[in-house]
Nanobody
Framework: QVHVVESGGGLVQAGGSLRLSCTAS????????MGWYRQAPGKQRELVAT???????NYADSVKGRFTISRDNAENTVYLQMNSLKPEDTAVYYC?????????????WGQGTQVTVSS
């Protein structure tokens, strides 16, 4: 079983920075892709950034050049450095850790952390 915990959200002014952290506790389970998603009020959950176990990254166009995802494979931890934050970045940010299962890939979600950017 994989347990995912996020931290690091908060309130920041536009132009400011925040760093989110996420750790997946996965005893004897291999974690493949880890990533960040976000969901704003009234909107669907959307991809922010992902980091594969082999080092490949992927970013949403809206955050390219402002957000950086990094990963510590040994600790199953992923970070999201968010710079030049905008009010439209306000959302609940969720961490996801993908693990293999008998039925395919399992998506393991954290509880989410609120990021609020004031104008």
């Amino acid at each position: 079983q994989v347990h995912v915990v996020e931290s690091g959200g908060g309130l920041v002014q536009a132009g400011g920075s925040l760093r989110l952290s996420c750790t997946a506790s996965a005893r004897n389970i291999r974690i493949n892709v880890m990533g960040w998603y976000r969901q704003a009020p009234g909107k669907q959950r959307e991809l922010v950034a992902t980091f594969t176990s082999t080092g490949n990254t992927n970013y949403a166009d809206s955050v390219k050049g402002r957000f950086t995802i990094s990963r510590d494979n040994a600790e199953n931890t992923v970070y999201l450095q968010m710079n030049s934050l905008k009010p439209e970045d306000t959302a609940v940010y969720y961490c996801n850790a993908e693990s293999p299962s008998l039925y395919g890939t399992k998506w393991n979600w954290g509880q989410g952390t609120q990021v609020t950017v004031s104008s």
